[in-house]
């Protein structure tokens, strides 16, 4: 499995497209990328909603993917390019696509290069199934426009994760599935998910925007300057030199990236990474790394909840135990990434006076073996695994799906904490349900539907019957 180990780094101060185009060419040239016939473009666009419940920092700069657009449709050999993502469980890819400014971006540039230029849902494309044979999934069905390209380059945007450490290129994948499929095992086997996708999400080149990084929590992300941008071939080298860059040992404290160490994919660790451009070794990194520091509390920001609610003096709690009674592991990647989302977007629509100012509640996910005196408090269960035996609960709300989503919380919790959810302001919804209506009579129209359909079918409905 051994791969073109080499990253370069190259200082970029600014989103400037031409300076963009100009290194990414060069990046191509020095690290033998020739792209050739249709090629896929996958950013990071995990969301993007109205900018009073919404951070730019979250997603890959739209100047970087139109620096490469621009770099590609000079490549004689490229005869299409497709931008082409899924966004997060719970919101339409359209729909991110509006408010992030990519629809429009890709619009305008279409009249301005040589080459088709297309921007593509997976969520509304029809879909190839594909073998992977994998601790999780036996197969997946990727969007048609991924899964034919003749070659796929990433888009990664490098920021912290409130579950997985970092995101980078290789967690990138969790987007080329979409929805039904995204959701299979979102929980204490996430990282073995991811390390399946590895298997048909490689792309040949990689492209990661490090220009702005974001710190705390990877939905509601908290700028920090850092002004580089990545580049390889291998998207697991790139990891690990960005891991670095983190202050993270990509092999040690970033799960995902071990667990597809552990299956042989190489590089095994940053020192088998030959450096390039302006970073020649790992003690260069590390000086590149002081420029996001310190490592503070803002920096480490909606990591653990309780921390957050302390700091907010708010009368919220969160309990959480067990998945398991045969363990005392706590579930780390499941129905917890969806609580720390979920409080982030409220904090930044509400603000954190409206935490402080909220009706005494209580969080639970997991197994909690002794009693709960909830003491006149709203509950809310949350995830298929919780168990607790409750005493004095005001209201409970349970939320019994493996795992509990964000935009689950949010249709479920409503306004009932006393913190008004922007699910419910206008701004939001009316955008959102248009979306989801565009959305659908697109895959009414190309078949996608007939297609999901026919698959549920052969192997699910058939099988049980």
């Given at each position: ?17 031409g300076?963009?185009?100009e290194i990414v ?13 249709k ?8 969301c ?13 700069s ?6 490469v ?6 490549q004689?050999?490229?005869s299409?390019?497709s ?11 359209r ?8 629809r ?14 297309e921007?593509?849902?997976?969520d ?16 997946v069905?990727?969007?048609r ?10 888009l ?12 980078g ?12 499929e995204?959701?299979?095992r ?6 073995q ?21 974001g ?12 002004g580089?941008?990545?580049?390889g ?5 790139v ?13 040690k ?37 002081e ?20 700091r907010?003096?708010s ?13 005392p592991?706590?579930?780390?990647t499941?129905?917890?990434m969806?609580?720390?989302m979920y ?7 509400a ?7 909220a009706?005494s ?37 349970s939320?019994?799906n ?6 689950d919380?949010f249709?479920?919790?409503g ?50 019957l």
């Amino acid at each position: 499995m051994d791969q073109d180990n080499r990253v370069m780094v190259v200082e970029c101060q600014d989103y400037d497209v031409g300076r963009i185009r100009e290194i990414v060419a060069k990046g191509m040239e020095r690290l033998g990328y020739q792209p050739k016939g249709k090629i896929a473009l996958k950013p990071n666009v995990v969301c993007a909603f109205p900018p009073q419940v919404w951070e730019p920092t979250s997603i890959t700069s739209l100047d970087i993917v139109e620096g490469v657009v621009r770099a590609l449709a000079d490549q004689g050999e490229v005869s299409r390019i497709s931008v082409t993502e899924t966004s997060a469980i719970g919101n339409p890819t359209r729909y991110s696509f509006h408010w992030s400014g990519y629809r429009a971006r890709i619009n305008k540039l279409k009249s301005q290069v040589s080459k088709p230029l297309e921007l593509k849902g997976m969520d509304e494309d029809k879909r190839v199934s594909k073998f992977i044979g994998g601790k999780v999934h036996d197969r997946v069905r990727l969007g048609r426009t991924f899964a034919e390209a003749d070659s796929r380059i990433y888009l990664p945007k490098l920021k912290c994760h409130c579950v997985s450490r970092m995101t980078g290129a290789v967690k990138l994948n969790v987007g080329i599935i979409n929805f039904d499929e995204r959701a299979i095992r979102h929980d204490f086997l996430l990282d073995q998910k991811i390390g399946d996708l590895y298997a048909v999400g490689r792309p040949d080149f990689v492209v990661m925007d490090a220009i702005t990084v974001g710190v705390g929590n990877e939905a509601i992300p908290l700028p920090r300057k850092l002004g580089l941008i990545l580049m390889g071939r291998n998207a697991l080298a790139v990891d690990l030199a960005a891991a670095r860059l983190l202050g993270l040992s990509g092999e040690k404290d970033v799960p995902y990236l071990a667990e597809i160490i552990s299956r042989g994919y190489q590089p095994g660790k940053l020192e088998q990474i030959e450096l390039m451009g302006a970073a020649k070794n790992i003690s260069d990194l590390d000086k590149f790394a002081e420029r996001i520091k310190p490592y503070n509390e803002e920096f480490y920001r909606w990591q653990d909840v309780n921390t957050e609610f302390e700091r907010m003096k708010s009368p919220l709690r969160l309990l959480h135990g067990p998945y398991s009674d045969a363990s005392p592991a706590k579930c780390g990647t499941g129905c917890i990434m969806g609580i720390k989302m979920y409080l982030a977007f409220l904090e930044k629509y509400a603000g954190a006076d409206a935490f402080a100012k909220a009706k005494s509640s209580l969080f639970i996910i997991g197994k909690i073996k002794e009693p709960v005196d909830a003491t006149g408090k709203n509950v809310y269960i949350i995830g298929n695994c919780t168990r607790v035996e409750l005493k004095n609960p005001n209201r409970v709300v349970s939320m019994r799906n493996c795992f509990v989503t964000a935009s689950d919380m949010f249709l479920a919790i409503g306004n009932s904490t006393g913190i008004k959810s922007p699910f419910f302001d206008p701004k939001f919804l009316v955008p959102y349900l248009s979306g989801m209506l565009q959305g659908m009579a697109v895959k009414s129209f190309n078949g996608r539907y007939l297609q999901d359909i026919s698959y549920y079918l052969q192997n699910q409905l058939f099988r049980k019957l």
